[in-house]
């Protein structure tokens, strides 16, 4: 019977945004599971998944696509869960609108109380050497005061990748009682000792009763 167990392997990102009068041009973030062996790998490479999240001003509207793909040969599921964040970040995002999508899926909304991302969120299921995109948008309201410029706000979020992997086959033995096996050839041995000596003792009888008569 085969048998499964399940590998978690994890890459551990930084959503960091930038409230400043500078702009960034964006470059799409991508993330490769190349199997458990060597895990995530993330391009560019830095750790900072919103490269498109710097410099951002009161009104804006930004937009952060995250490409994540599976190559390998295996199904894999993946996830994404965030570490809760501080006070800084906590007042930002209670004033501004940050959610994420997978195609029409929406993932999380940090305005919605729903949104927890501190339990695992089910992205996909990846089947090998597909991808997937997710869209992060961040909307700053133009009435956002000065005091949250000049500053970064970090998100630490983590994806994991959930392989399967099947074991090999255990083979079963099957329990088997033992039976003495008859000696066939032994047994025809008997046999025919038996019939021989029952033949050898009729004649004999017979052999003494005509001797009895021919006496008389």
Same mark, same amino acid.
């Given at each position: ?19 400043? &009068? ?29 490269? &498109?999240?710097?410099? *951002? ?6 937009? %952060? !696509? #995250?490409?994540?793909? $599976? $190559?390998? $040969? ?7 869960? &965030? ?18 999508? *997978?195609?029409?899926?929406? #993932? ?8 927890? /991302? ?15 995109? @997710? /869209?992060?948008? /961040?909307? !700053? ?7 949250? %410029? ?23 033995? =099957? ?6 096996? =008859? ?30 008569? @021919?006496?008389?």
């Amino acid at each position: 019977m085969k048998q499964y167990r399940f590998l978690l392997t994890l890459l551990t990102l930084l959503a960091v945004f930038l409230l400043s &009068g500078h702009a960034v041009f964006a470059v799409q973030s991508e993330v490769i599971y190349r199997g458990h062996a060597e895990k995530f790998v993330f391009i560019p490479d830095t750790t900072d998944l919103f490269g &498109g999240f710097k410099g *951002v001003m009161p009104g804006d509207t930004r937009q %952060q !696509v #995250i490409a994540l793909k $599976n $190559n390998t $040969n295996a199904i894999i599921r993946i996830y994404l869960s &965030g570490k809760a964040y501080g006070a800084e970040e906590t007042t930002f995002l209670s004033r501004s609108t940050l959610r994420g999508k *997978v195609g029409a899926v929406e #993932i999380f909304n940090y305005d919605s109380p729903a949104t927890n /991302l501190t339990d695992r969120i089910l992205l996909k299921e990846l089947r090998p050497f597909e991808s997937l995109e @997710m /869209l992060v948008e /961040l909307k !700053v309201p133009d009435t956002l005061d000065n005091d949250f %410029q000049s500053r970064e706000y970090t998100l630490v979020w983590t994806f994991l990748a959930e392989e399967e992997l099947v074991e090999a086959e255990e083979e079963t033995v =099957p329990t088997t009682t033992e039976k003495e096996t =008859p000696r066939t050839g032994e047994s025809v041995s008997h046999l025919m000792v038996g019939t021989g000596l029952l033949v050898c003792g009729s004649m004999a009888i017979l052999l003494l009763l005509v001797r009895k008569k @021919m006496i008389r």
